[in-house]
């Protein structure tokens, strides 16, 4: 798949996410697919997203930066969120934050197939100890 095409799939992949169109997902993320190292499979996959969404009202993936190499996306994701309760172990109950996620995927059959993510986990508790 040229590289044009893989990001045209990856951006509408971050469509389906904040349109929360959940039985679109498996258009662009494959059954068996991993997330960091363990296989979720798209309903685990499915289910995370969800429960993301459920406690994070405002939730929504901003793409910063984008390379295509391949069969290979990374993206810098940008985020600016008022979670519910805890988030990433950390108590947040409410108060907004803002930080960048470095996630890697990689395709097979134009599916997401394989997923590596980092969170910039020492942003929010920066923020969390100013507030």
Known sequence: MPETGLTALYRAYIDCLNARAWQDLGRYV???????GGTVGLDGY???????????????FHIQMLV??????ASRLTFDITPRGDFLGLPVNGRR?????NVF????????????????????????RKK
Not at 30 to 36: G, L, Q, R, S, T
Not at 97 to 101: G, H, L, R, V
């Open 97 to 101: 934050i803002s930080f960048a996620e």
């Open 30 to 36: 494959a059954e068996d697919v991993a997330y960091n």
């Open 105 to 128: 995927y990689e395709f097979e059959n134009e599916r997401i197939a394989r997923v590596w993510s980092i969170i910039d986990k020492a942003a929010v508790e920066a923020q969390l």
């Open 68 to 73: 295509a190499d391949g069969t290979t996306i």
């Open 46 to 60: 499915r289910q995370a997203r969800e429960a993301e969404f459920g406690n994070i009202p405002d939730l929504h």
